[in-house]
T-cell receptor, first 109, second 113 residues
Framework: TQLLEQSPQFLSIQEGENLTVYCNSSSVFSSLQWYRQEPGEGPVLLVTVVTGGEVKKLKRLTFQFGDARKDSSLHITAAQPGDTGLYLCAGTNAGKSTFGDGTTLTVKP | SAVISQKPSRDICQRGTSLTIQCQVDSQVTMMFWYRQQPGQSLTLIATANQGSEATYESGFVIDKFPISRPNLTFSTLTVSNMSPEDSSIYLC??????????FGQGTRLTVV
C-alpha cells in the first residue's frame, strides 16, 4: 500500500506570513499533484510535478518534488485570507492517485 | 484539462435506499475513477471505472455495495446501495489526463438519515 504523509495537519497563520506544507512517502510516484479544496467543492488541481528535483512556481506558491520522487513541498509566500482551504497532495501511478491526509490552512486577516 | 459534471450535487437519503450518481465528461477519456471523502478526511479511491468491462475495486469496496457503470468514454455512474448513515460522504469522480494527473468533478455530498 502506498501511503502519503502530509504535515502539518492544521495550520493557522496571520496574513503576510510564509508557510511550508510537506508531503512524504516511502513509495516512488510517476508524478505528484497538489490540490486545493474549498468546503462543498471538489479538489482543484494546482500543479503536477514529474521530474525529481523539479521546482515549479505559481505566483506566491512554490512546489518542489524531491530528487527521489518520493516527497514534495508546497511553500506559500505572504499568505492571504484567500489562500484558506484544504491542501491535498496526491501521488499518481498509472493514473491512480493516492492522497495524503490534507493540510487545513487558515489565514487570518 | 476536462470539464466534469456530477449529478446530483447533494442529496439527503433515507437509510436502506440507493442513490445513483452520474459523472459526465466533456471529452473522451480512457480512465475514470470514483473516490469517497468522508467528513474531515482525505480522498479514498473506491474503484476504477473501465469502459466495456467490470469496474476494478480497491480493498474494502465491493461491487454489491458500489455498483459502477461505464457505458462509454464520457460517462459513468456510481450507485451507493442499501445506504446507512456511515455512507454519508462526498463522492467524487475523476478523469485521468496524460497519464500524470487527475481532474475532479465538484462532488456529490450525500447525507443518509
Amino acid at each position: 500500500t502506498q501511503l502519503l504523509e502530509q504535515s502539518p495537519q492544521f495550520l493557522s497563520i496571520q496574513e503576510g506570513e510564509n508557510l511550508t506544507v510537506y508531503c512524504n512517502s516511502s513509495s516512488v510516484f510517476s508524478s505528484l499533484q497538489w490540490y486545493r479544496q474549498e468546503p462543498g467543492e471538489g479538489p482543484v488541481l494546482l500543479v503536477t510535478v514529474v521530474t525529481g528535483g523539479e521546482v515549479k512556481k505559481l505566483k506566491r506558491l512554490t512546489f518542489q518534488f524531491g530528487d527521489a520522487r518520493k516527497d514534495s513541498s508546497l511553500h506559500i509566500t505572504a499568505a492571504q485570507p484567500g489562500d484558506t482551504g484544504l491542501y491535498l497532495c496526491a501521488g499518481t501511478n498509472a493514473g491512480k492517485s493516492t492522497f495524503g491526509d490534507g493540510t487545513t490552512l487558515t489565514v487570518k486577516p | 484539462s476536462a470539464v466534469i459534471s456530477q449529478k446530483p450535487s447533494r442529496d439527503i437519503c433515507q437509510r436502506g435506499t440507493s442513490l445513483t450518481i452520474q459523472c459526465q465528461v466533456d471529452s473522451q477519456v480512457t480512465m475514470m475513477f470514483w473516490y469517497r471523502q468522508q467528513p474531515g478526511q482525505s480522498l479514498t479511491l473506491i474503484a476504477t471505472a473501465n469502459q466495456g468491462s467490470e469496474a476494478t475495486y480497491e480493498s474494502g469496496f465491493v461491487i454489491d455495495k458500489f455498483p459502477i457503470s461505464r457505458p462509454n468514454l464520457t460517462f459513468s455512474t456510481l450507485t451507493v446501495s442499501n445506504m446507512s448513515p456511515e455512507d454519508s460522504s462526498i463522492y467524487l469522480c475523476s478523469v485521468e489526463m496524460t497519464g500524470l494527473e487527475a481532474f475532479f468533478g465538484q462532488g456529490t455530498r450525500l447525507t443518509v438519515v
